[in-house]
């Protein structure tokens, strides 16, 4: 298990309970060190500072008892944004139909980095629509993936933000 995986299992139940879903936990630095915690709203409303002055106060209290991180580090709680991190498997199927950029570990057919319309899943794999085709790229190989700022996910976004406000 690695330290930002450990760090998740330990803060993920809290921030459920404050009503919000655990987007992703990442640690940067090496001299000045960086917790970045996203979440959004379970109920999908927007996010606002409120919400992450909420997550910051259970999250530090939580890891000032358990310790995870040797070294002094910064908080910072954020939302995911519009051009969004792709970090689980669903979310590839949650937004089908949008442009992504994914950057692979290894190589598929020498290539690492595919940018193209999500066609969704199939079994453990991310579907693509590339400039070459369809590519089924393993879910388990991909190094980062987030989507790509377009008019249409903007529109969507807008509407999703009107609806969930009422």
């Given at each position: 298990?690695?330290?930002?995986?450990?760090?998740?299992?330990?803060?993920?139940?809290?921030?459920?309970?404050?009503?919000?879903?655990?987007?992703?936990?990442?640690?940067?630095?090496?001299?000045?060190?960086?917790?970045?915690?996203?979440?959004?709203?379970?109920?999908?409303?927007?996010?606002?500072?409120?919400?992450?002055?909420?997550?910051?106060?259970?999250?530090?209290a939580l890891l000032d008892?358990?310790?995870?991180?040797?070294?002094?580090?910064?908080?910072?709680?954020?939302?995911?944004?519009?051009?969004?991190?792709?970090?689980?498997?669903?979310?590839?199927?949650?937004?089908?139909?949008?442009?992504?950029?994914?950057?692979?570990?290894?190589?598929?057919?020498?290539?690492?980095?595919?940018?193209?319309?999500?066609?969704?899943?199939?079994?453990?794999?991310?579907?693509?629509?590339?400039?070459?085709?369809?590519?089924?790229?393993p879910y388990a190989d991909?190094?980062?993936?987030?989507?790509?700022?377009?008019?249409?996910?903007?529109?969507?976004?807008?509407?999703?933000?009107?609806?969930?406000?009422?």
């Amino acid at each position: 298990m690695t330290l930002e995986q450990r760090i998740a299992e330990i803060i993920g139940p809290a921030i459920e309970d404050l009503g919000f879903e655990l987007v992703r936990v990442l640690l940067s630095g090496q001299r000045r060190k960086k917790l970045q915690i996203m979440a959004e709203p379970l109920d999908g409303s927007a996010m606002n500072v409120d919400h992450c002055a909420d997550i910051s106060r259970a999250v530090s209290a939580l890891l000032d008892v358990e310790d995870p991180i040797d070294d002094a580090y910064v908080l910072e709680v954020s939302s995911p944004g519009i051009d969004r991190p792709l970090v689980k498997l669903v979310d590839f199927d949650r937004f089908k139909g949008f442009d992504a950029r994914v950057e692979m570990h290894t190589g598929i057919d020498g290539r690492r980095r595919f940018s193209g319309r999500l066609l969704g899943i199939a079994d453990d794999h991310v579907l693509m629509d590339v400039e070459e085709g369809e590519v089924r790229l393993p879910y388990a190989d991909i190094q980062k993936s987030k989507l790509l700022m377009t008019d249409e996910l903007i529109q969507a976004h807008m509407k999703a933000e009107a609806e969930a406000e009422g």
